[in-house]
Nanobody, 129 residues
């Protein structure tokens, strides 16, 4: 079983927008945080945005003010709104869920991969100049 199913990736020009969605299929689990990570060619996978069980959010510096993470708890859907896209945002984006542990609300731990134990298949975002 694939616990998380992503969609919404695509190809846009600089300044464009996309909205990524992630549907959780692992029903009944308590997720202390949900997050989006991306793999840029030639770089390590990095945390992009995450939201914890209390609604606190954390963003990597490079996307602050441009990306917004949100969730629909009733429908088990995680979203990432990507605005003002840049070529540097080109990457494979993965949604992930953490049922392991938690930290302080909105803390930097939200972007640390070691907390996450469920992963989606990834959706490609390509931004052209």
């Amino acid at each position: 079983q694939v616990p998380l199913l992503e969609s919404g990736g695509g190809s846009v020009q600089t300044g464009g927008s996309l909205r990524l969605s992630c549907l959780a299929s692992e029903y009944g689990a308590t997720f202390y945080s949900l997050g989006w990570f991306r793999q840029i060619p030639g770089q390590e996978r990095e945390g992009v945005a995450a939201i914890d069980i209390d609604g606190g959010t954390r963003y990597v510096d490079s996307v602050k003010g441009r990306f917004t993470i949100s969730r629909d708890n009733a429908k088990n859907i995680l979203y990432l709104q990507l605005n003002s896209l840049k070529p540097a945002d080109t990457a494979m984006y993965y949604c992930s869920a953490n049922s392991r542990s938690r930290g302080n609300r909105g803390g930097e731990w939200l972007l640390e991969q070691r907390f996450y134990n469920y992963w989606g298949q990834g959706t490609q975002v390509t931004v052209s100049s």
